[in-house]
């Protein structure tokens, strides 16, 4: 570095220490418990000592919940919305930084006021709503009974978006922080570049096209692996919006390990089974890590 | 512009495809042990005829599955059956959403349901509204072992017994005498209803929505200050005060020499423990007449709106749920108690009643056979589920000695009454059965 | 707002169209249907509905248990968040320098966002334990230092130092990204200046490292709000003796386990408006202080 820092370096080397112990240890604590018995946690509670039972557990959630196509699920669910998020937030980011006009103001706040409200707090709503789409195509229509006047009968369409991947994924893309992050990375493109392209004669969506997106793809990776990842991990509406084992999402179907609540868990077999869902998104940060930081430069340089 | 057809047509495009006339849904809470035994009557179920298909969907727990129940039947997308908890009975009752079993299927001998289990999920003109399924009461469990350290031969049937063994077992070294959650469904519901008392006016709201909360003056809350008093002295561990957190933990751990729960947590305690878990009824105070404990668990509740078929498929459910086998094998895997007369009359016949894995059959009908009385029928109060964390809420500001507890429970009825009177408001002009 | 490059009138409405309908649809149709509750007394299963006025928001700003919920949500919010960005903020500076460990830092710095939030809560739980968790020992030596389950203090201190471990990966990652474009050249000018590390903190990072602040203030504060119920369903469930029932909790819990759904309507109005009232704060206030160029 510049200057002399290695005092500098050392406090900085002693801030990742503690840092890599305090990320790692919850970490340890999960693989240890995945190795006992159920008896040997009956009878010790938590210990720090390892067991010889990983590979039982494993075996035991393997055989308990339905894995292979549950994971398939997620999938599925992580990519609609990693790909659906990332393409909303490009189109409004794009409108709201690159176009005058009134209105954009408004548009950012919508979007931003989504992210503070869990879905949790809207279940019962939100299901309502995805039991039929068209509800309020339903409502405006039969508003005053002109519908019926016209037509001889009121507006009743049903679209039902229950138990079916579109309706598991799209609410969960009703959260504006993806198109957070992407305003603030449109907004650190110099303007001088759509200056050009207007001076060249390129329209609006020529440029999204053929300049924005090639030079968005960093942070558009990185959202979209970031996006797919906060699916993958979502608990409660997966398990409301779905009813069939077709459609069970990973992390949902490992409750099927929980016990009741008169009942002592069977820990060690739930970790295990964390072990197991937790592993694919690991593996996708673990070899995605520098693409990811890279892109989420926020900024073009 | 689009016209009435064209939308129409979009709309028969993207309906759900329609369900089969035979086919219906089951919703449940349980997870774990418990799911996989109602996993396993259902595919049972289905083997066994082919006229109908049961489809059984774990809803992850009794609150989700509510909650999914409360959203589908606004949108018409309710499933048939559905299993929820003791303390929402009022609210299904009420719910205008269910119909009463009894009902749904009247050839049925209700009668044969034991006294306890019936009297939870009966209208006050004794008409069963949910077929009682999994049962579970509050009994009490010692530690052999640890007992007999302390030189405790036998399980105590008083508390003035409990706490005499407590002081000796302290004595004898022994850091946990006994242990419980102080949840309102011990300390409150079942010590209420086997003591003959109250805990609220109407007899527990089984007379009326105009209940008022009584608990906060009388036995319950000097039972509740001796449990203050015998904690600070070192005889009573509470959840927080264990090495695990939980009192169930703590118990099995052997931790702990003597608890009050539920059957439902024997299965836990015998894996743990062996036969060094010996059970009981839970203990009462002296002086008093003993009476049935409550039935705790689930039951199964028939929703309105569907068709004839689904019906008759759902009451050849609920009839294969009742019969013996079931109850049997249900109690087997579960520790669940049977609760039909005929059930537990097959599991004699058999000759399980002997099985330690069957012991709480004994142990817990037997408590629910006890005399009833007007107040020990059950619980009838409106928002009763928030009830039930108010009352933890207040009672825990005490233990940790945030307030006096004669102050704490005081607070919680009023808070109680408040909610029964919106509850009584909300549902102005319903009847209650 | 800058850039403002292009001038269509309709062409914005489309490309925001897509986005604004899903939000309209799964967010504010959703929200709008509890507004309409929070009018309304309303039974769980839809059988009647009577309007009531302004009397559910009455007995809601009336129960001493609202405001107490709704001073420690604020209280919770602002420390939550404070103290996650502050340790992310740290953590991202030491590995913005080139160590040895820097790279496997950078790395596992970013892991926790693959565990599901029910297993978080579940883990700190154990770890955290007053008896058997790595505290153990010190309460042996001095009883009662560390206790959770009964010391609002130390479960406020459990709730938080979840949360910093939950929180790490995005606010890390962009703020080790927005350190990383930082030029070296300004290092070296600063330098040369004759300003020292702690200096060129002030002088150049913090400055140049406002757009990536304010994201995360902004995210981290609705993430403390959003996420605190994940940790409080598996950690304290509100107590002990209702301390941590934070107004997201507590309208869950009121709302969808004890069914008073115009008495978690009404609540969810209220935190809709102050959280309106936050977001309008960071754009007024905070924004203003962003400095885009570099």
């Known amino acids: 570095m510049i200057e002399n820092t290695s005092s500098i370096d050392r406090v900085a080397g002693a801030i990742l220490i503690a840092g890599l112990l305090f990320v790692l240890t919850p970490l340890v604590f999960v693989v240890i418990t995945a190795t006992q018995s159920y008896e040997d946690f009956l009878r010790n509670n938590f210990s720090l000592i390892p067991g010889g039972h990983f590979l039982d557990n494993m075996r035991e959630v393997w055989s308990r919940t339905d894995l292979p196509r549950q994971t398939l699920n997620s999938i599925i669910v992580g990519a609609i919305v990693a790909a659906g998020r990332v393409a909303l937030a490009v189109t409004t980011s794009y409108a709201v930084v690159f176009f005058a006009g009134r209105g954009r103001g408004l548009v950012y706040a919508l979007v931003v006021a989504s992210i503070m409200l869990p879905l949790e707090l809207m279940i019962i709503t939100a299901y309502q709503v995805t039991a039929n789409v068209a509800l309020p195509l339903n409502v405006v229509a039969n508003l005053g009974g002109w519908w019926g006047a016209l037509f001889g009968g009121p507006l009743d369409l049903r679209w039902n978006l229950l138990d079916s991947y579109a309706g598991i994924s799209i609410p969960l893309m009703a959260q504006g922080s993806c198109t957070m992050i992407l305003v603030q990375f449109f907004r650190t493109i110099p303007p001088q570049l759509a200056r050009a392209a207007i001076v060249d004669g390129v329209g609006p969506l020529r440029f999204l096209w053929d300049i924005l997106l090639p030079l968005s793809k960093g942070p558009l990776t990185a959202l979209g692996i970031y996006m797919f990842i906060s699916a993958w991990i979502q608990y409660m509406w997966p398990l409301v919006a779905a009813s069939s084992p077709a459609r069970t999402m990973a992390v949902v179907g490992l409750t099927r390990l929980q016990e009741d609540a008169d009942r002592i868990p069977d820990f060690p077999l739930q970790m295990a089974g964390a072990i197991l869902v937790t592993l694919p998104p690991l593996i996708l940060i673990a070899l995605f890590q520098r693409r990811i930081v890279r892109g989420l430069t926020l900024s073009e340089k | ?433 | 707002m800058k850039q403002e490059i292009f001038r269509s009138r309709w062409l914005p409405w489309w490309l925001s169209a897509p986005q604004l309908i899903v939000l309209f649809l799964f967010f504010y149709l959703p929200i709008a249907l509890a507004f309409f509750w929070a009018f309304h007394l309303e039974q769980p299963f839809g059988g009647r509905s009577e309007f009531v006025g302004l009397e559910n928001f009455r007995r809601v700003l009336g129960s001493g248990e609202f405001w107490s919920s709704a001073g420690a949500t604020l209280l919770y919010m602002v420390l939550a968040s404070g103290t996650s960005i502050l340790t992310a903020l740290i953590l991202a500076l030491a590995a913005d320098r080139a160590l040895k460990l820097s790279p496997l830092a950078r790395n596992v710095f970013i892991w926790p966002k693959a565990v599901a939030s029910a297993s978080i809560g579940v883990i700190f739980v154990f770890i955290l334990n007053p008896f058997l968790g790595i505290l153990a020992p010190l309460n042996e030596i001095w009883p009662g230092f560390w206790n959770p389950r009964t010391n609002v203090t130390h479960t406020y201190i459990m709730l938080f130092v979840t949360n910093v471990w939950n929180a790490i990966p995005f606010t890390f990652i962009i703020l080790l990204a927005g350190l990383q474009a930082i030029p070296q050249e300004l290092h070296k000018a600063g330098a040369m200046d004759g300003s020292g590390p702690w200096r060129r903190l002030w002088d150049i990072q913090l400055p140049l490292l406002t757009p990536q602040l304010f994201v995360v203030i902004v995210l981290e504060v609705a993430d403390s709000l959003s996420g605190s119920f994940g940790l409080i369903d598996t950690m304290t469930n509100g107590g002990p003796g209702g301390a941590t029932n934070l107004l997201v909790y507590k309208i869950y819990s009121d709302g969808f386990k004890a069914y008073d759904l115009s008495g978690a309507a009404t609540q969810t109005v209220i935190l809709m408006a102050l959280v309106a009232c936050i977001t309008g704060f960071q754009y007024v206030f905070l924004e203003r202080k962003v400095n885009y160029d570099r």
């Open chain 2, 1 to 433: 512009m689009l016209n009435k057809s064209a939308l129409s047509a979009l709309a028969l495009m993207v309906a759900a495809p329609v369900a089969q006339a035979a086919d219906f849904e089951f919703w449940y809470g349980n997870t774990g042990t418990g799911e996989e035994a109602i996993q396993s009557a259902c595919t049972a179920f289905n083997e066994s005829q082919s006229e109908h298909r049961v489809s059984c969907v774990g809803q992850g727990s009794y609150e989700t599955g509510m909650q999914k129940a409360i959203a589908a039947y606004r949108s018409q997308q309710h499933p048939v059956l559905i299993q929820f908890f003791d303390a929402g009975t009022l609210d299904l009752m009420l719910s205008g959403a269910v119909l009463p079993v009894q009902d749904v299927a009247p050839d049925v001998d209700w009668g044969d349901y034991i006294n306890g289990a019936r009297s939870f999920y009966e209208t006050s003109t004794g008409e069963l509204f949910s077929q009682p399924y999994n049962g579970s009461t509050l009994i009490f469990y010692g530690n052999r072992e640890l007992l007999a350290q302390a030189g405790v031969d036998e399980l105590p049937q008083t508390w003035e017994g409990v706490i005499e063994a407590a002081r000796v077992l302290k004595d004898a070294g022994i850091d946990c005498p006994f242990t419980t959650d102080a949840h309102p469904w011990r300390v409150l519901e079942q010590f209420s209803a086997r003591h003959g008392l109250s805990i609220a006016s109407r007899n527990n709201g089984y007379g009326g929505l105009d209940a008022e909360y009584t608990f906060n003056t009388g036995p319950v809350a000097e039972h509740l200050q001796n449990l203050a008093a015998w904690r600070d002295e070192g005889l009573v561990k509470l959840d927080a005060d264990t090495a695990a957190g939980k009192y169930t933990t703590a118990f099995n751990s052997g931790e702990c020499a003597m608890m009050e729960g539920s059957t439902g947590s024997y299965g836990a305690a015998f894996a743990a423990l062996g036969d060094k878990v010996e059970i009981a009824m839970a203990p009462m105070y002296e002086g008093y007449d003993r009476h049935n404990t409550l039935i705790g668990g689930a039951s199964i509740w028939v929703m309105k709106g569907h068709d004839e078929p689904s019906y008759n498929g759902a009451r050849a459910f609920l009839d294969f749920l009742r019969g013996d086998a079931q109850q049997i094998e249900f109690t087997r895997i579960t520790g669940y108690v049977p609760v039909t007369n005929s059930g537990l009359a097959a599991l004699e016949a058999a000759g399980l009643s002997g099985d330690p894995q069957f012991a709480t059959a004994g142990v817990g009908v037997e408590s629910l056979n006890q005399p009833a009385s007007e107040d020990s029928r059950g619980v009838r109060l409106g928002f009763y589920v928030q009830f039930r964390d108010i009352f933890m809420e207040e009672t825990q500001k005490a233990f940790t000695g945030g307030q006096d507890m004669q102050a704490a429970l005081d607070a919680a009825a009023a808070r109680g009454n408040d909610l029964l009177r919106r509850f009584e408001q909300t549902y102005e002009g319903t009847k209650l059965p």
